[in-house]
């Protein structure tokens, strides 16, 4: 059952409570274009979504606990208790998942860009058939007033 395994349901939380973050900050990056705001957005998701291997001593002499967490969350546990040999590895994973999101970002902008283009293309192209085809000369760039009757 989800609610009596906590790992589960750890991650379960952490996976929702990221996609608010990552929802919010989108939203919260309006005032800038789309390429940087995508470009953010998605590193920073890379940035928290990447897992990381760790280990844990325990009571008893020689054992340890491993698991894994959140790239994120292991290297900020190594940076506060001063184990630098432990930062390195999730430090690495962080770095490379953020590149690999801002490439996803960039992939994302030119995806979009390349669709948007034919539509508003087509879109000037036929309002310059029209006004030709009423005997205006010059294109559809001249203002016309609405007529009643």
């Known amino acids: 059952m989800l609610i ?3 790992m589960s349901l ?3 939380s952490y996976a929702l409570l990221s996609l608010v973050v990552l929802g919010t900050g989108y939203l919260g990056l309006a005032v800038l274009p789309r390429l ?10 890379g940035m928290m979504w990447v897992p990381a ?4 001593p325990l009571m008893e002499e020689g054992e340890f606990y491993t698991g894994l967490a959140p790239a994120v969350v292991v290297g900020g546990l190594a940076f506060l208790e001063g184990d630098l040999g432990a930062m390195a590895p999730p430090l690495l994973l962080v770095t ?14 030119r995806r979009g860009r390349h669709t948007a283009r034919p539509a508003a293309r087509g879109a000037r192209h ?11 000369r010059g294109g559809g760039d001249e203002r016309r007033e609405p007529v009643i009757g």
Do not use: K, Q
């Open 96 to 109: 490379v998942a953020a590149g690999i999101g801002a490439l996803v970002g960039l992939l994302l902008w």
């Open 53 to 56: 291997s760790f280990r844990l």
């Open 10 to 12: 750890l991650w379960l």
């Open 126 to 136: 036929d309002d310059g058939d029209a006004s030709a085809s009423r005997g205006h």
């Open 4 to 6: 009596s395994d906590s």
């Open 36 to 45: 940087p705001r995508l470009m953010i957005t998605w590193a920073v998701a």
